[in-house]
């Protein structure tokens, strides 16, 4: 299984007269089109089609939603409430052992539990997190089942790269 950590884009600043709920707050125009071209660049190091799970937070699931677009999964996107901000761990690694062994799953969340997660995965402790960018991924490989501690990091994405790498021109 491949485990895509993704963290949301670019969001609107805190300002609690324009968004009283925070969980409102959502990507701006810019955060957007870096999304989109950090979405292609995964799009092409991606073997197939992925599973899209988001937190419901708006500037998640506006991420998801373009991730949905530029990556074409088969399936719709699914909200966990384990990946809102202060969610479960342990909730998120058991929605990920209910999938398939050759599965891509993409999980898009947000700081710091992200990083958390990526700790839990990789190193077996959330202490020991991987912060990840706006628009950043982390990638994490399991041969077996999911198990806290037994993935591989098989890339870490600053955005920057993944943009890159969406941007270029593909010569046949």
């Known amino acids: 299984m491949l485990v895509v950590l993704f963290r949301h884009g670019p969001a609107g600043s ?15 125009e810019k955060g957007a089109e870096r999304t989109r071209d950090a979405a292609r660049g995964l799009g092409r190091l ?8 988001t937190s419901p937070l708006v500037r998640a699931d506006q991420t998801a939603a373009i991730l949905h677009r530029v990556l074409e999964p088969k399936k ?15 909730a998120v ?15 898009v969340g947000h700081e710091p539990d992200l990083g958390k997660l990526a700790g839990m995965l990789v190193f077996g402790a959330p202490a020991t997190g991987l912060p990840l960018s706006k628009s950043g991924a982390c990638i994490v ?8 501690g037994e993935g591989r990091l098989h890339a870490f994405l600053p955005p920057r790269l993944l943009r890159r790498i969406g941007r270029k021109k593909v010569t046949a």
Request: aromatic share 4%; net charge positive.
């Open 76 to 90: 719709p996107v699914e909200t966990l409430d384990a990946l809102r901000p202060g969610g479960s761990l342990r």
């Open 93 to 107: 690694t058991k929605r990920l052992e209910t999938c398939g062994a050759s599965d891509i799953v993409i999980l």
């Open 141 to 148: 490989t399991y041969i077996g089942p999911v198990r806290s």
């Open 46 to 53: 991606l073997k197939k089609a992925p599973l899209v799970i």
């Open 14 to 28: 805190r300002d609690a007269s324009r968004w009283p709920d925070d969980s409102q707050r959502p990507l701006t």
